[in-house]
């Protein structure tokens, strides 16, 4: 199954960093995001795009977890050469992780 299937995501971005949320639609599904969706198993399914540390934040109470990926967007949008370099769409990349 893909994460889209029971997660949706939100993204931002401040310099080389991206800053993704997942948060389960349904409070009972949040359990097994936390046990599939850890900072070692983002860090690897963004392997090419993300290089530097991935932290990931628990926040159970609202169904949701918080990535922040360093090192994430080419040195940023004013430095990066990619024609979308924004933590925006990655959001979408994290969505099609399979658990």
């Given at each position: 199954m893909?994460?889209r299937?029971?997660?949706?995501s939100?993204?931002?971005?401040k310099?080389?960093?991206?800053?993704?949320?997942?948060?389960?639609?349904?409070q009972e599904?949040y359990?097994?995001l936390?046990?599939?969706?850890?900072?070692?198993?983002?860090r690897?399914?963004?392997?090419?795009?993300?290089?530097?540390?991935v932290?990931?934040?628990l926040l159970?109470?609202?169904?949701?977890m918080?990535?922040v990926?360093?090192r994430?967007?080419?040195?940023?949008v004013?430095r990066?050469?990619?024609?979308?370099?924004?933590g925006?769409?990655?959001?979408?990349?994290?969505?099609d992780?399979?658990?």
């Amino acid at each position: 199954m893909k994460l889209r299937d029971i997660a949706h995501s939100r993204a931002g971005d401040k310099g080389d960093i991206s800053n993704l949320s997942l948060i389960a639609y349904r409070q009972e599904d949040y359990a097994l995001l936390e046990h599939a969706v850890t900072a070692e198993r983002v860090r690897r399914h963004f392997a090419g795009i993300v290089h530097g540390e991935v932290t990931r934040y628990l926040l159970p109470q609202l169904g949701a977890m918080n990535f922040v990926m360093q090192r994430a967007l080419g040195g940023g949008v004013t430095r990066s050469l990619a024609l979308d370099a924004h933590g925006k769409s990655l959001s979408s990349v994290l969505l099609d992780m399979d658990i």
